[in-house]
């Protein structure tokens, strides 16, 4: 225990557990200075260490508190530091040449793994990074006729080929074009990489072990379990999210749970954690179980490649297992702000890195917060694995959601479910990952069974991320920035205070309870939806197309098109309570309509995949094909003619009337044109589905004397300009369906067009500002021709019902819907 100074030093957590505080205002000065020495320039980090030190001076000479001379000490140094780099960097020769866009050959060092840029998938562009961000080591530069040696970061922006692969160490040059950093990390320069890297050393020896042992659990991890768990399994051992897929990616990404496939201290912490716990079961030497604990923290970063952010998590996996593993639980936070002050001093652009705040909040939370928690639920009777269990994730994501919310202008109250369903998994899931990729030299089959006993564990964190990531507005907009953290610093500290006492905090807890019970579902299914008798539904699925139609078998449906993104798709169905597809149609092969096919397969029965005559472009077929065959669907072929029939809904396919032989697949507009155009009949009435058809397969159909009347019209192609009058005059619509993104940078929807619809007496809603939107039939009511009448409903504001006008044909449609000429 702590002398008299004990309030000084120490504080109690919230299960009265001392609290060693006396390092923490050092390592937050140190932490401050490093910023405004970043945010400022030298002049600040000079005038600090001026000023810090001769406070440093007095308190040496006057005998004031020991705590005044280590902040004072500690915020000098850091002064010093941070004026010489911020100095390096503003004198340093590369600057004024990337003010020009200055021509350059730099010989590098990779300090990081190259990062992918993804690009988003559209048109006859497939999903998948085009371009790298690599973070490196400057050796030399040249620039014209000038060169020399010198050091600083640089940060290129690469093409994919040849850069990709880099590992830490590598050595290369590269050339391309300057530009200035604009950030202020004390990168020197951008460089925009021209061709593929030149002059690439071999990496180091232990580098080429540790991508051996990694391709290991790849290969382990694709043998043994599905596509989706074989590219998890790699990312939670080691960081390896290569093979990760892009949707299960999304899933992770709004789910919470995108730091379980960044390696952290939690990952080194369970690792080393396994092995005390195993040298303890053989009752081994204190000093030996530290020893070996060391050696599998140093063993890990070389598996995991010791980048910068690698690094960082094995200090703070050692602080957790200084802390919590050797029993020493009063000394977490000194060694957590040692830990801080070092990291800092050895690197000040850490002070504006994201990862490392939230790594060092996560750290905190988890030696000092976690534990207090945990004990407090024991003493309430919780069992033991139970109260960890909730207080590990409940403490990370108290302590970090302030960051979090001031980086993405978002609260997602449904992460803290996420990651308490997922803490059994992470631990088992780690460890045999690991294990995996160590024996996979020397025992495939070895490597199989680790692989294969990790899979139930992956399986379910698969599960948890698809479901939460189904659950519809469940991030609650907050704003950005420094003052949207401070926000919520301000709101959970008012929670703590209230919840102070028990009567008070049980009050609160029923509170967030009931509103939990009453908000999650709502988010899942808002009441009243889906609408009674819906007959076909547009879903928001962002900038693309994906209609559900009704069958008379309950819960069958057939879906024309995917939408962009698997989450979306697979949330509207799910909403839409959806248990099997009779047959998913494909219009055409634009990423904006097969991009979410896998995740409105996953998971259900269905019958086939329908495509048209054109088959371009052909990675897209590639991938339909794919993913048919993995949800053993057969794939189809639809040509104008054909008529499908199930219980309930009758499908006519009537275009395109003259497909092409040959399209060239990056011709937008002609793929757009040999879409297929579908005539629904349900219990509402006629669906006109026409895809993205624009002017020249509209012509087609007219000159073919298509019958094109319908009750409902799904917008061509979102909307756009190019819809003529006379197909807008022919199908004479009661009701139009745009399926559209929001921002979208197209210009969709046509806002005269629409205009112009309306006022002839359809009833038009777009998703982009109504959500999913139904169409459904009111009972007991008809329209002058006897026909039932029908209501437009949207998931936003299910209650209220706009009912449709008379056919549009009464009010021909003329001039002013009449698209534009093309630019």
Not at 364 to 392: D, F, K, S, Y
Not at 457 to 469: E, K, P, Q, Y
Not at 567 to 596: E, F, K, N, W, Y
Not at 730 to 756: I, K, M, W
């Amino acid at each position: 225990m702590i002398g008299n100074g004990t309030a000084a030093r120490s504080g109690r957590t919230g299960a009265g557990r001392s609290v060693d505080l006396r390092l923490l205002p050092a390592a937050l000065a140190v932490w401050a200075v490093m910023l405004l020495g970043l945010g400022i320039g030298p002049l600040a980090g000079t005038a600090i260490a001026l000023a810090t030190g001769a406070v440093a001076v007095a308190a040496r000479t006057r005998r004031w508190a020991p705590g005044v001379l280590a902040v004072a000490g500690c915020a000098a140094a850091a002064g010093l530091v941070i004026a010489a780099h911020t100095l390096a960097v503003a004198q340093h020769p590369l600057v004024a040449p990337a003010e020009h866009g200055a021509a350059a050959t730099l010989d590098i060092v990779i300090s990081d793994d190259p990062r992918p840029i993804r690009g988003a998938a559209y048109g006859s562009r497939p999903s998948g990074p085009a371009q790298v961000v690599v973070a490196a080591a400057l050796v030399a530069a040249a620039t014209g006729p000038e060169r020399w040696s010198s050091g600083g970061r640089v940060l290129l922006v690469a093409p994919v080929e040849g850069w990709r692969d880099l590992i830490p160490g590598q050595h290369a040059r590269a050339e391309g074009l300057l530009a200035p950093a604009g950030r202020s990390d004390l990168t020197v320069a951008v460089l925009r990489v021209r061709g593929p890297p030149q002059q690439v050393t071999a990496p180091p020896w232990w580098q080429e072990a540790a991508g051996g042992l990694r391709a290991g659990l790849r290969e382990a991890s694709r043998a043994v379990l599905a596509p989706a768990e074989a590219g998890l399994l790699p990312g939670l051992a080691v960081g390896d999210t290569s093979g990760l897929d892009a949707e299960l990616e999304s899933d992770f990404r709004a789910s919470g749970l995108t730091h379980l496939v960044a390696v952290s201290g939690a990952n080194l912490a369970i690792l080393s954690g396994a092995v005390l716990g195993l040298l303890r079961l053989l009752r081994a030497d204190p000093r030996l179980s530290a020893a070996v604990s060391a050696a599998s923290i140093v063993g890990f970063v070389v598996l995991a490649r010791p980048s910068p952010s690698v690094v960082r998590a094995a200090v703070m996996g050692a602080v957790v297992l200084l802390a919590l593993a050797m029993g020493r639980g009063r000394s977490a936070l000194p060694a957590l702000a040692a830990a801080v002050i070092v990291l800092l001093l050895a690197d000040p652009a850490l002070a504006l890195d994201p990862g490392f705040a939230l790594s060092v909040l996560a750290t905190g939370a988890l030696v000092v917060l976690a534990p207090a928690w945990a004990l407090a639920l024991r003493r309430r009777r919780v069992p033991g694995w139970m109260a960890e269990a909730v207080a590990v994730p409940a403490a990370a994501f108290v302590v970090t959601a302030p960051v979090i919310a001031g980086l993405s202008g978002l609260v997602s109250p449904i992460a803290v479910l996420a990651n308490l369903l997922a803490v059994p998994a992470v631990a088992p899931a780690t460890v045999l990952g690991v294990l995996a990729a160590l024996v996979s030299p020397i025992s495939t089959p070895l490597a199989h069974a680790c692989t294969w006993a990790a899979g139930p564990a992956v399986g379910w964190l698969v599960m948890i991320a698809d479901r939460s990531a189904g659950v519809s507005g469940a991030a609650v907009p907050w704003p950005e920035g420094v003052l949207g953290a401070a926000l919520l610093v301000v709101v959970l500290v008012l929670l703590w205070w209230w919840g102070r006492s028990p009567r008070r905090r049980a009050l609160l807890l029923a509170v967030l309870l009931g509103l939990a019970l009453v908000l999650v579902p709502t988010r899942v299914a808002p009441p009243g939806w889906p609408p009674t008798g819906w007959s076909v539904v547009a879903c928001d699925v962002g900038q693309g197309d994906a209609l559900v139609l009704a069958t008379a078998r309950p819960g069958w449906v057939v879906l024309v098109d995917a939408g962009p993104d698997a989450g979306l798709i697979d949330g509207c169905l799910r909403r839409l309570g959806v248990q099997g597809i009779a047959l998913a149609v494909i219009s055409h092969l634009h990423a904006d309509h097969i991009g979410g096919l896998a995740g409105a397969l996953r998971g259900r029965p269905v019958g086939g995949v329908a495509l048209g005559p054109v088959h371009e472009p052909a990675w897209a077929l590639r991938e339909v094909a794919d993913i048919a065959a993995q949800a053993q669907a057969p794939l189809v072929e639809l040509t104008a003619g054909k008529r499908l029939d199930w219980p309930g809904l009758a499908l006519d396919v009537i275009g395109p009337t003259h497909p092409a032989a040959v399209v060239d697949p990056d011709d937008g507009t002609a793929v757009n044109d040999s879409s297929l155009v579908l005539r629904a009949t349900t219990a509402t009435g006629s669906v006109l589905l026409p895809g993205d058809a624009e002017l020249a397969a509209q012509a087609d159909l007219l000159a073919a004397h298509t019958d094109l009347r319908a009750e409902v019209l799904k917008m061509p192609h979102h909307g756009s300009r190019y819809t003529a009058p006379a197909f807008l005059n022919a199908v004479a619509p009661r009701a139009v369906l745009v399926s559209v993104g929001a921002g979208n940078p197209y210009g969709h929807p046509n806002v005269a067009l629409l205009t112009v619809l309306a006022d002839a007496g359809a009833a038009v809603r777009r998703t982009d500002q109504a959500g999913d939107v139904a169409v459904v039939t009111v009972a007991g009511d008809a329209d002058h021709d006897g026909r039932p009448d029908l209501a437009v409903v949207s998931r936003g504001d299910p209650v209220r019902a706009r009912r449709s006008g008379p056919r549009a044909a009464g009010r021909r449609i003329g001039r002013a819907a009449r698209a534009p000429p093309r630019r």
